[in-house]
């Protein structure tokens, strides 16, 4: 199983990006899709959530009505569109894939594959 991230980079404060988590290997699909994101000097924070099933999303306060989440059709891309950034959105960003419906979609520990992260960077 491979989770590969991409489309990040450096933007201006209230610009947009999208990024993009390209899944392979899967078996069956994984459950669910999550992105993460780390600050330096800070702990891994869950930013979004979406069950493949049926699509249902979740989001964490701090981004949500400014990101979205999606997957295409085939369920082997998983985007985030992230709009209106702040500064206090810089982080590497990080997929990660649970195999099962999560306790906890926020709890990093949940999840059983990570792809590797990709720097976003917002600059005021």
């Known amino acids: 199983v491979q989770l590969q991230a991409s489309g990040g980079g450096l933007v201006q404060t209230g610009g947009s990006l999208r990024l993009s988590c390209a899944a392979s290997?899967?078996?069956?699909?994984?459950?669910?899709i999550a992105w993460f994101r780390q600050a330096p000097g800070k702990e891994r924070e869950a930013v979004s959530y979406i069950s493949i099933s049926d699509d249902t999303a979740d989001y964490a306060g701090s981004v949500k009505g400014r990101f979205t989440i999606s997957r295409d059709n085939a369920k082997t891309t998983f985007s985030l569109q992230m709009n209106s950034l702040k500064p206090e959105d810089t982080a590497v960003y990080y997929c990660a894939a649970i195999n099962s419906p999560p306790v906890n979609w926020r709890w990093r520990g949940d999840y059983d594959y990570w792809g590797q992260g990709t720097q976003v960077t917002v600059s005021s």
């Open positions: 290997g899967f078996t069956l699909g994984p459950y669910g």
